[in-house]
């Protein structure tokens, strides 16, 4: 009996063996299919008196061929394959779009220098302005070209994200039921699964791991739990979670990779690494947002350099140049470059800008602007693509609020900020969309400089003047406008040197020009080196001027010792970088009352750092016509300290200017007194560029009165003062101090009104800085003067023009590293080297993954001949065990035929 | 080592796909001759070409420049080269004046021809160059630089304008001189002066030009000036004679008839016209004097100084000073001639220096950028070769099966 069984156990087991070859051969090309083997068992055999008795065979189970060392080794080779090969698909023609010479900026940009260069070679060419007009609206259009095929590829890539996403989630639903079934399915008990739910898993596995990095944990019930990413869960058992791709560009900036939750949906981008789904977010946010901003910040530091060099010159028209491009600040601009997130927008009345302050320091970042808590007025920004946290801080209550940044400033205009709100702060983005050009026709190009200079025509000596050099319009630290040009860019007021000696000049306002008058700030008493280059204005934007001379009242007087009071002078100077203030030792004028000459004030403050101080002092000398008298002496002195040198003039005949004039003439010690002489006719004035004091003394026992005045020498002119006397007076003329102080430097003097203050205890100053700077050099002679004028007519000036056209010469761009088309290099750089090193990486992985599927296909695979080999064996042992059968049959009938 | 059949399927049609892409891209190679496809085959080489390209192209736009530079130059040098011949007619015909014996007529007739070239002078002097903008303007080149002033002398509306143009990198050059340099503020051997009527003046006086009758006493005035005022007294146009500096009165209320010459400290000039009450004139002294200056003062002492013994001291001095006066200006001119020569010789060797670094940039460029044929075919060939021979491997192995033996 036992045979029969035996047979039969062969027969059965054999073709259940069989049946899982074909069932094999059948799978030989389902994706995921491990192959499958029947696992023969002997059967407890029967002991006896003979011995153990073997009972034939069992198929114990259906063996799955499978390793799971070799399936995770194959999904972590998938992820990186499938992560490089979505970067280089959408890197795909990047490289291309950005290089090529027909599709890129770079010829654009060459283009567009070439043609302002060829308009500034002839500023009067019409055709030649047209023609770099057009470079200049066709380098806007290139610029918005590219930019709409770069944000094309982002809307690509998004969409890719979100199908991506839409996968994960059908898988992560798929792999939760099989969770289910299996845990289910019966036999599980005793250990056996279903080997096809298995396969299935396995397969969605694999395929969520060409999306994104997969971590499995099993379970004792044989769920598998997976998380992505960084550890993200998705599976739990019979639960998956739902991923989505927030809202749309316009709103919220980036989109980001949500997980949905009970309460809020959280943001788990930067938990995503591996697989299609790493790989686009990979692309998107470290290769396609910093190459979108990169290209805008070129747009923006181009506007901006050449929108400040414009607005230096001087169109065909005669107007100033303005913009040459869009301002980079306007409203529109400067708002859309902070986006508010989801949520914060709900509430809808925060207004916030983001201006660019210089955009050489600009980087190609993006930023999120948090306020963290615990108050509302804490926040933090950090990178957005890393999370590095760049700055934290606090905001005050007022608005508007600024956060100063690298480049730019972050203006908080009005709302209710509190904590909790996220911004998006992206500066350069949008920088080559919002491109454009903003004049209209050749003409409006500023190729002129709006100042030239002329020498006069009578000038002796051989000083010469440069036709000058614009710097700036606007103050560079505060932004308001420099009164030195008009709105129309004309001189105001025109000015004229005035060279009062070889060393020493004046500048004089000649809007009238029959009546020049002192300049405002005045410019009365100005060195000059001969034979040397001299800059005529102050170069120091923060530079101002202020004059002394006591209250205008104060005229020469007979007792100089009763005219000013003691005072104390402190300087302070606040470091522009710093902001610390630091206070010179002060000094004192005018001590215990003894009045000092101007002179020796001017070389008290001149030892004070960032003090630099003028001193002169005019005297008139006015016969009174109606008492000339005969032959009077007057005795004219340079008093400074207890230092006297006086000269005696003896006057012929009455006492008149011109006689004056002649007894100055003639009186050869006179020159070395250093004065110089003016005579109208009507009266003698004297001038010492050193600011002595002068005083004049009359001896004229044949009659004649002498006035002696004291000129003001700002403002309105005029007389302050005067004395006149008689034979046996005399008088004192004090001078003036024109003081200039570097930037931020400050002036103050104790007050002591007893019974006149020198300086005012807080003397107003106006500035020094013109915003434009004339060279002086040679030799020139007193009476020699040069114009300074607007530069009217000046069609074939192109001085602005060589600087526009220089601009790319110059490192602007990331700290002085680039000039525009560098900067343009290093973009097209920087995306062929990712797609380079994305191509090899992508060969490498492929390599490694090609590697993992063959040890798969060695374990799991199915190999056809094989099979062909195992079906002959197993049908061989199934014919065998058929014939056991067939023999028991036999012995049976034989058993049973002995009994017939 | 087992191998499953989609193994040996799977990795056969890999490698087809692999030699298929890297036959393809040796073929785009051959096709457009270009080694570098896109700056992802080779980044620093591609950086590279770009720069190259820059710099090809920036030198092409200094060559440009530099041929309208050289133009310009040109047309300024046979301008200069014109009056320069100008300037020799006039001394000869200067010379020819001084030579004592004159007749009336004579001198009328030298007179005569020196107005003449005086107004070619003013014309070379007002040439445009070749974009239509006038050479010798400074700034202005929109508007004539040298025109009549209301007394009919010569004066220049332009300004001491320089502009220079860049020819390479850093490098600039000077393309224009300016008419104040070239005509006008020519020093003078001994001091002149310039007469001028005021901006705002209403009537229709002019002023000559003026000459120097007595050069002692104009030596010893100088350097004040004169301001000539009119008045309208009781129906009367009277004229006054003032220093500029002290006022002092020359000539006062003296009754003015048009034409009638005027002669105050060594000075002469007319006043010819209507001016109106309150119009002046003035009479600068200095000791520069434009070329159109010498030439009028000629022109006027020609045809004014009288024929006495003063009127011909007088005369002499015109002559003397005058051909001193042409003597510096040919020595300007000379000057300002020989910087163009200058810089029209800059310009040529920038334009040859130019050209051959163009020459090797584009020997580099081609290095980089372009394909070797010879390597790249026969690496085709290779590709092409290896292609088949794995197609057909292929095609033999997936035909074995262990089916089609049983």
Redesign the interface.
């Known amino acids: 009996m036992s045979l029969l069984n035996t047979g039969l156990t062969g027969i059965l087991s054999n073709q259940k063996a069989l049946e899982t070859t074909s069932n094999n051969i059948t799978n ?2 389902t994706p995921g299919y491990s192959r499958q083997r029947a696992d023969f068992v002997s059967n407890p055999s029967q002991a006896t008196g003979s011995g153990y008795i073997g009972q034939g065979v069992n198929v114990a189970d259906i063996q799955r061929l499978n390793d799971e060392f070799i399936n995770t080794q194959l999904r972590s080779d998938t992820t990186l394959h499938s992560e490089q090969t979505a970067l280089v698909e959408n ?1 795909n ?1 990047m ?2 779009l ?4 027909k599709t890129g900026l ?2 654009a940009l ?2 567009f220098f ?1 043609t302002l ?2 308009a ?3 500023p ?2 019409s055709s030649l302005r047209e023609q770099a007009l057009n470079q200049a609206d066709n380098l806007v259009a290139r610029f918005k070209s590219v930019d709409s095929q770069l944000r094309s590829r982002e809307q690509t890539v998004d969409d890719r994200i979100s199908a991506n996403l839409n996968e994960i989630n059908s898988l992560a639903d798929g792999i939760a039921e099989l969770n289910l079934k299996i845990a289910e399915s019966p036999g599980r008990a005793s250990g056996r699964d279903a080997n096809e739910l298995l396969d299935k898993r396995d397969e969605k596995l694999r395929q969520l791991s060409e999306l994104v990095q997969v971590q499995t944990n099993e379970n004792n019930d044989g769920t598998v739990d997976v998380s992505i990413g960084k550890g993200q869960g998705i599976v739990s058992k019979g639960n998956s979670a739902t991923l989505r791709l927030s809202g749309s560009t316009e709103q919220a900036g980036r989109r980001e990779v949500l997980l949905e939750g009970v309460g809020r949906d959280r943001a788990i981008t930067h938990e995503i690494t591996g697989g299609a789904l790493g790989g686009n977010l990979t692309f998107r946010d470290e290769i396609l947002e910093p190459t979108l901003n990169g290209i805008g910040r070129i747009a923006i530091g181009l506007s901006e350099r050449m929108n400040e060099q414009h607005q230096l010159g001087q169109d065909l028209n005669g107007n100033l140049g303005g913009n040459f491009f869009r301002d980079i600040n306007s409203e529109s601009l400067a708002r859309g470059r902070i986006t508010p997130s989801a949520e914060t927008a709900e509430s809808g009345d925060r207004q916030a800008r983001v201006n660019i302050t210089d955009s050489s320091k600009l980087d190609t970042r993006s930023y999120t602007l948090e306020f963290t808590g615990p108050d509302d007025q804490q926040y933090r920004i950090r990178d957005a693509t890393s999370g590095e946290l760049v700055k934290t801080g606090s905001i005050s209550d007022s608005r508007p609020s600024t956060i100063s940044m690298e480049g730019f400033e972050i203006e908080l205009e009005s709302g209710d900020f509190q904590q909790g709100d996220e911004f998006t702060i992206r500066p350069t983005y949008n920088g080559a969309r919002d491109m454009a050009t903003e004049i209209v026709a050749g003409e409006q190009i500023a190729l ?1 400089a709006p100042i ?4 006069s ?2 000038n ?1 000596g051989t000083g010469q003047i440069t ?1 000058g050099t614009m710097l700036n319009i606007r103050d560079p630290e505060t932004g308001r406008r420099l009164d030195a040009l008009d709105e129309n860019g004309n001189l105001d007021p025109p000015m004229e040197i005035r060279f009062l000696s070889e060393n020493r000049y004046e500048v004089v306002d000649v809007s009238d020009p029959a009546n020049p008058k002192p300049l405002d700030p005045p410019m009365n008493n100005v060195r000059f080196e001969p034979g040397k280059t001299n800059t005529v204005f102050s170069g120091d934007p923060g530079s101002r001027t202020l004059t002394a001379s006591g209250p205008a009242e104060n005229g020469p007087t007979a007792d100089p010792d009763s005219v000013y009071g003691e005072q104390n002078i402190t300087i302070r100077t606040r470091d522009p970088e710093t902001g610390v203030v630091s206070t010179q030792s002060p000094i004192t004028i005018n001590e215990g009352g003894d009045k000092e000459s101007a002179r020796s004030i001017a070389d008290k403050l001149n030892n004070q750092r960032g003090v630099e101080a003028t001193a002169y002092t005019e005297a008139t000398l006015t016969p009174d016509p109606s008492n000339q008298g005969n032959n009077p002496d007057i005795e004219v002195a340079l008093v400074e300290g207890g230092d006297v040198k006086d000269v005696t003039l003896n006057v012929n005949g009455p006492l008149t200017a ?1 006689s004056l004039n002649q007894a100055i003439q003639e009186n050869s010690d006179f020159q070395s007194l250093g004065l110089s002489v003016t ?3 009507d009266s003698v004035k004297l001038r010492s560029d050193r600011g002595e004091d002068i005083r004049i003394s009359l001896d004229a026992t044949n009659g004649a009165e002498l006035g002696v005045g004291k000129p003001n020498p700002y403002g309105d002119g005029g007389t302050t003062g005067s004395e006149t006397l008689s034979d046996g007076e005399q008088a004192t003329v004090g001078g003036y101090v024109d003081t200039t102080l570097a930037d931020g430097v400050r002036l103050t003097a104790t007050d002591n009104p007893s019974p006149e203050n020198f300086f005012d205890p807080a003397p107003s100053s106006d500035p020094a800085y013109k915003g434009f700077q004339f060279e002086l050099s040679g030799n020139p002679e007193a009476g020699d003067s040069f114009r300074l004028e607007t ?9 602005n023009g ?1 600087a526009l ?2 601009l790319n ?1 110059k490192n602007y761009l990331d700290n002085g590293n680039f000039s525009f ?1 560098d900067a343009y ?1 290093s973009v ?2 920087d ?3 990712r ?2 090193t994305a ?1 090899v990486d992508k060969e490498a992985a492929g390599t490694l993954m ?1 590697q993992s ?2 040890q798969w ?10 099979e ?2 195992r ?2 064996q197993f049908q061989n042992a199934y014919s065998a065990s058929s014939q056991v059968v067939s023999v028991a049959r036999d012995l049976f009938n034989t058993l049973l035929g002995t009994f017939n | ?7 040996i399927f ?2 056969g049609i ?1 490698q087809f796909q692999n030699l298929n892409a890297q036959q393809a891209r040796t073929q785009e190679q051959v096709a457009t001759g270009k080694e570098v ?8 080489a ?2 590279r070409i ?2 190259l ?2 710099d090809l ?2 030198s092409e ?1 200094y060559q ?2 530099l041929d ?2 050289q133009t310009r130059l040109e047309r300024e040098d046979g301008t200069l080269s014109s009056y320069t011949d100008a300037l020799a007619r006039t001394r000869e015909l200067m010379v020819q004046a001084g030579s004592g014996s004159l007749s009336e007529s004579d001198r009328e007739s030298i007179a005569q021809e020196l107005r003449q070239v005086k107004g070619q002078m003013v014309s070379l002097a007002n040439t445009k160059g070749p ?4 050479l010798f ?7 004539k630089p040298f025109g009549e002033d209301v007394s009919g002398n010569i004066e220049y509306r332009g ?8 020819i390479d ?2 490098v ?1 050059i000077k393309v ?1 001189d300016n008419g104040r340099e070239t005509f ?2 020519i020093p003078s051997d001994r001091p002149t002066f ?1 007469t001028r009527a005021a901006q705002n003046n209403e009537g229709s006086g002019r002023i000559s030009s003026g000459v120097v009758t007595d050069r002692e006493e104009f030596e010893q005035f100088y ?1 004040d000036d004169l301001v000539v005022t009119f008045d309208e007294v009781s129906g009367n146009t009277e004229y006054t004679v003032k220093s500029q ?4 009165e020359f000539i006062s209320g003296e009754d003015y008839v048009s034409g009638n010459p005027i002669e105050v400290n060594g000075m002469r000039f007319e006043v010819s016209g209507e001016p109106k009450k309150d119009d002046s004139f003035t009479v ?5 004097q434009s070329i159109f200056g010498t030439m009028e003062k000629m022109i006027e002492g020609l045809e004014t100084h009288p024929n006495t013994p003063e009127g011909r001291e007088a005369l002499e001095d015109t002559i003397d000073q005058g051909l001193a006066n042409l003597q510096n200006a040919e020595d300007r001119a000379t000057e300002i001639q020989a910087g163009v020569g200058t810089r029209l010789n800059t310009v040529e060797s920038t334009k040859e220096f130019l050209k051959d670094s163009d020459l090797l940039a584009q020997e580099t460029l081609s290095d980089l950028e372009d394909v070797d044929y010879a390597e790249a075919i026969s690496r085709l060939t290779q590709q092409n070769f290896t292609l088949q021979a794995a197609q057909q491997s292929f095609a033999r192995i997936s035909r074995l ?3 089609d033996a ?1």
């Not at chain 1, 530069?791 to 001085?799: A, F, M, V």
């Not at chain 1, 296909?857 to 190999?863: A, D, F, P, R, Y």
């Not at chain 2, 974009?131 to 006038?134: A, I, V």
């Not at chain 2, 300004?159 to 860049?166: A, F, I, L, T």
């Open positions: 030989a090309n890197l023609g490289d291309d950005l290089g090529n010479e770079n010829q060459t283009q070439g260069q060829d500034a070679e002839s009067a060419s002129a030239r200079a002329e020498a025509s009578g002796q036709q011109d005579n109208d006719g530069n009217e007519g000046g069609t074939s000036d192109n001085r060589l056209g220089d010469a088309t290099g097209v750089e995306v062929g080297s797609t380079q191509q090609e599927q063959k296909e060695e374990q799991s695979g199915v190999n056809l001949d094989e062909a080999g079906l002959i | 080592m087992r191998v499953s059949t989609s193994q799977n990795q890999q496809l896109s700056p992802s085959d080779d980044p620093v591609s950086t770009v720069q390209k820059d192209a920036r736009q440009d420049t309208m530079t974009e239509g903008e006038f303007a400074g700034f202005q080149g929109g508007e300004d001491s304008g320089e502009r220079s143009v860049q990198d850093g600039t224009n006008e503020a310039n350097p500096r002290t006022g002092e600068t002294s200095g000791d520069q099966s262990l089916f049983l």
